[in-house]
């Protein structure tokens, strides 16, 4: 079954601190994509990276950074030198494509890491 | 802003009654998904259209909700008959064909439905 879990309900950081969001996924299937969304108190999800299980390579983009590894099924999120705007809940997220056999491609979301960044 | 809209943001209705939200998603995408979220829950999925085509229902889509997308373009949700538990945002999300069918989601705002 498919399955995602984020363990981390809510952190609370103080600014400038590194947070790492943690991210374990369970997939049938050897094609899948894995995704992260921000939803800041406005409530609508901002889209931040996609990541298909054929590319394990880390990514980095500002203050952002990805950990991805199969080996233990985990798609982690690293934010370095937290700011308050990065308040928000975070979600980790996995399709299995419907080319592969999996459904129509509907996200199948974890519960969610509240982020509290204080000043 | 080409970004995918939902009206309206906000609605309040009484037990029974029947309602109904309207997505617009990005123009050149022809998937189109609408999701619910709760309190302190993900979202999860409801059904989804690849342009006018409902493909998928969850069965979270009890027989008194009902999606359509006539002509591949707006879809529009209408619950009958709501109850409190359908109290929740609804969300709806547009993304491109591409290839593998991993395509980012982009998602609106949100409809945040209270039944009273």
């Known amino acids: 079954a498919q399955k995602v879990t984020q363990a981390q309900t809510e952190i609370s950081v103080v600014e400038k601190e590194d947070v790492t969001l943690d991210c374990v996924y369970e997939?049938?299937?050897?094609?899948?994509?894995l995704f992260w969304y921000k939803q800041p108190p406005s409530g609508e999800l901002v889209f931040l990276i996609r990541?298909?299980?054929?590319?394990?390579q880390n990514e980095i983009s500002g203050r952002y950074s990805w950990n991805f590894q199969k080996s233990t099924s985990s798609f982690n999120f690293t934010i370095t030198a937290s700011q308050v705007v990065d308040s928000a809940v975070y979600f980790c997220?996995?399709?299995?494509?419907?080319?592969?056999?999996?459904?129509?491609?509907?996200?199948?979301f974890g519960k969610g890491t509240k982020l509290s960044v204080k000043p | 802003d080409t970004g995918v809209s939902q009206d309206p943001r906000h609605k309040i209705t009484k037990r029974g009654q029947n309602v109904t939200f309207r997505c617009d998603p990005i123009?050149?995408?022809?998937?189109l998904y609408w999701y619910r979220q709760t309190l302190g829950q993900g979202p999860e999925f409801l059904t989804y259209?690849?342009?006018?085509?409902?493909?998928?229902k969850s069965r979270l889509l009890s027989d008194r909700f009902s999606a359509e997308r006539p002509k591949g373009s707006f879809s529009t949700l209408e619950i009958q008959r709501t109850e409190q538990g359908d109290s929740a945002m609804y969300l709806c999300?547009?993304?491109?064909?591409?290839?593998?069918?991993?395509?980012?989601?982009?998602f609106g705002p949100g409809t945040r439905l209270t039944v009273l």
């Open positions: 990541r298909n299980s054929f590319d394990e």
């Open positions: 259209f690849q342009n006018e085509a409902q493909l998928e």
């Open positions: 999300a547009s993304s491109s064909t591409g290839t593998g069918g991993g395509n980012e989601q982009f």
């Open positions: 997939t049938r299937d050897t094609t899948y994509y």
């Open positions: 123009s050149e995408h022809n998937r």
């Open positions: 997220a996995l399709i299995e494509p419907p080319n592969y056999g999996g459904s129509q491609g509907n996200l199948i």
